[in-house]
Nanobody, 124 residues
């Protein structure tokens, strides 16, 4: 499975961006899908995750209420709608796929496939 993240860019604080993650080379319908981010000089951190059916979603406290994760299994796509962006949201954002339903969705080590990342820069 290959994951391709897109949609990043430069936006002013308070603005919005929508990230997309396209899966190819296999299906991720039953997989948990997650978004992680890594800012310069910082460790990778969990942002959001969604169950295979889309019925369950999970968010980091720092983005809850501002970001929304969704998926379209018919298109093998996952999205991250980011509103009310802040300068501290600046990072490279990665999408990831987790085959197993076991284990925590917030731990990056539990994910099997990763996209290449897309840069999000929020100016103040």
């Amino acid at each position: 499975v290959q994951l391709q993240a897109s949609g990043g860019g430069l936006v002013q604080a308070g603005g919005s961006l929508r990230l997309s993650c396209a899966a190819s080379g296999g299906t991720v319908i039953s997989n948990f899908m997650g978004w992680f981010r890594q800012a310069p000089g910082k460790e990778r951190e969990f942002v959001a995750a969604i169950s295979g059916t889309g019925g369950s979603t999970y968010y980091a406290g720092s983005v809850k209420g501002r970001f929304t994760i969704s998926r379209d299994n018919a298109k093998n796509m996952v999205y991250l709608q980011m509103n009310s962006l802040k300068p501290e949201d600046t990072a490279v954002y990665y999408c990831a796929s987790k085959r197993s339903r076991l284990g925590s969705v917030v731990l990056g080590t539990g994910y099997d496939y990763w996209g290449q990342g897309t840069q999000v820069t929020v100016s103040s």
